[in-house]
């Protein structure tokens, strides 16, 4: 092993040095002239469209998240890269943040594929290729392609209407060797906002183009109640013919244990051995055997399920997979490959940041085999797995593909990271058009009113009563600190624990036809809500305990714990007061 490297001395001139550059670089991003756009432009090429041996350079347009500290070779080649808001941007919204939220109807959470992805904002393809072409030429050509893709885009599309999305030619590579790779595609989208994160530009591509068949999994079925998951399955057939769609949780009840009341908010804990999402698997297995007919041999696929679904007891270690294989080092080189080679399926898993594409693969496995986190980017690069002899997963890195989709949105929907956020208020203030928070939190308004019906609040009081509430508080000043009450209840909201989802379009009109409609049984059946009716804990979770006396505990940030907090199937809203 090489020893460690020497630090390198940095003096007092240098850092003074280095903050004068920082202030200028600010001065010039404040102006916003022609120069600094054009500089702007000029940092894409030559700083932020990662190479294969480049590394990764700060620049006042761009953003990486999860950055690593240099080792000697390239930790950050995989990172997710994002425009940088200008600070007019920021001070704008943190105005309209202080302004009273007015409530919206139900309806103005019906929105369809077309809200956000328009014609003109499709994602990268790799460009053409054939062997004769070099690895050193083929690169050349790829970077080439995907300049001119972000050039084209940006003068089509205004910055400020565009949402984040991933601008490190890395990652599209890997989505490019996924695709060419696979048999089936499985698109897995958040059940809560399927229309914002389902792109047509890539079904249109594997449909089409690759002649693939594609699979859209809702997963976190948990979270939304069956009706309105019936209706989006039945907009997005309409939508997209040649579409298959599967229902998916990897928490279901018998996945689940009670983790008891704690601070007055009611819980339940991931158990330790955790058991195949059997029902979801099985819906999964019977579309895969539609398509491959007679092409490859799934029978021990099947026996792997029908043998899951055959036990009993929760805490048995049980080892049913037979092979595992991950790929450490990703081969983003060009590639075809025959469909159904030599009677192998090879199933794709591609989709947006924090959708659970991950945790997905683990229970249909029924054990980890791929390490799950709730920051986005935390899968760096595509992992093959093997769920049986003749059976292969690929699981994609998150990818947040170009839309406009506004920013408090996509944060809301977990394409970008909480802990990045330099305004989070807005986004708090989304939810609360809809969602009463400060009934629901049970919380006194901060000017120290007691809370009326029609009160005036806006996302900023909301934050500010909750600091108060939990006892968030500066250091110095002891004053609430409202930042990280802000990053907290965006927590609670993207864990499901505080539930906003949308609805397809016309929902309300038509609620009564999709209450009664045939496929909120099988739903049911799929989040095995029943299963849970033997130890009461349905009858619990719906039960108010109140213990604000209990003392405020400091939120654990792990990505991953044995035994992990998640949301109550069942009564969303319940006691938010001082959770853990």
Not at 498 to 514: C, F, M, V
Not at 519 to 545: F, H, P, R, S, Y
Request: overall charge negative; aromatic content about 8%; glycine content about 6%.
């Amino acid at each position: 092993m090489a020893p460690p490297s020497r630090r390198v001395a940095f003096s007092a001139k240098a850092k003074k040095k280095q903050l004068q550059n920082k202030r200028e670089e600010n001065r010039e991003r404040d102006k916003g002239d022609g120069d600094f756009l054009e500089k702007r432009k000029k940092n894409y090429v030559a700083q932020h469209l990662l190479t294969n041996d480049s590394q990764v350079a700060a620049g006042p347009s761009m953003e990486a998240i999860n950055l690593q500290p240099r080792t000697g070779r390239n930790v950050n080649r995989f990172n997710l890269k994002f425009h940088v808001e200008s600070k007019e941007e920021i001070e704008a919204r943190k105005e309209i943040a202080r302004q009273a939220i007015v409530p919206e109807a139900e309806s103005g959470l019906e929105l369809g594929t077309d809200f956000c992805f328009v014609p003109g904002l499709e994602f990268p393809q790799r460009p053409k290729w054939d062997y004769n072409l070099t690895q050193q030429k083929l690169d050349m050509k790829e970077n080439k392609y995907f300049r001119e893709y972000i050039d084209e885009i940006e003068k089509s599309f205004p910055l400020a209407e565009l949402s984040y999305f991933e601008l490190n030619l890395e990652t599209w590579r890997q989505l490019w060797r996924v695709l060419e790779m696979t048999d089936i595609l499985l698109v897995v989208i958040d059940s809560r906002f399927p229309s914002l994160l389902f792109p047509p530009s890539l079904y249109n591509y594997v449909s089409q183009h690759l002649k693939r068949d594609v699979i859209l999994v809702f997963n976190k079925i948990d979270l939304v109640p069956a009706s309105v998951l019936a209706a989006w399955k039945h907009y997005f057939q309409t939508q997209f013919p040649l579409l298959r769609i599967v229902f998916f949780t990897s928490l279901p009840s018998y996945n689940l244990r009670d983790g008891g009341s704690k601070s007055g908010m009611k819980t339940q804990r991931r158990k330790g051995t955790m058991k195949m999402a059997a029902e979801g698997a099985q819906k999964l297995l019977e579309v895969c055997e539609d398509i491959c007919g007679t092409q490859v041999d799934l029978s021990a696929w099947r026996s792997k399920i029908t043998e899951e679904m055959a036990l009993k007891g929760d805490d048995e270690e049980v080892e049913i997979g037979e092979l595992i294989q991950q790929v450490k080092k990703p081969d983003v080189g060009f590639h075809q490959q025959e469909r159904f080679q030599s009677g192998m399926l090879t199933i794709g898993c591609v989709g947006q940041p924090n959708v659970g594409k991950s945790s997905l693969i683990n229970a249909l496995m029924g054990k980890k085999v791929v390490s799950v986190s709730r920051t986005p980017g935390h899968t760096k690069h595509f992992q093959t797995i093997f769920l049986t002899p003749n059976v292969k997963l690929c699981d994609c890195p998150g990818l947040v593909f170009p839309s406009q989709l506004p920013r408090t949105l996509q944060v809301l929907v977990g394409s970008y990271p909480i802990a990045h956020l330099r305004e989070p208020y807005t986004a708090v203030g989304y939810v609360g058009k809809y969602l009463n928070l400060p009934e629901l939190l049970k919380m006194d308004h901060p000017s120290g009113e007691k809370a009326t019906e029609g009160q005036e609040w806006s996302a900023y009081d909301i934050c500010e009563g909750w600091a108060i509430k939990r006892g968030f508080m500066t250091k110095r000043a002891a004053r609430p600190d409202v930042a990280r009450s802000a990053n907290h209840l965006l927590r609670l909201i993207l864990e499901g624990r505080i539930t906003l989802y949308l609805r397809p379009p016309n929902y309300k009109a038509e609620e009564s036809k999709w209450q009664s409609h045939p496929d909120v049984a099988e739903i049911t059946n799929i989040q095995a809500l029943g299963q849970m009716k033997d130890d009461g804990w349905l009858e619990a979770a719906a039960e108010v305990v109140d213990d604000s006396n209990q003392e405020s505990e400091e939120e654990d940030d792990d990505d991953e714990s044995e035994e992990e907090q998640v949301p109550a199937s069942s009564n969303k809203f319940a006691l938010l007061e001082d959770d853990d």
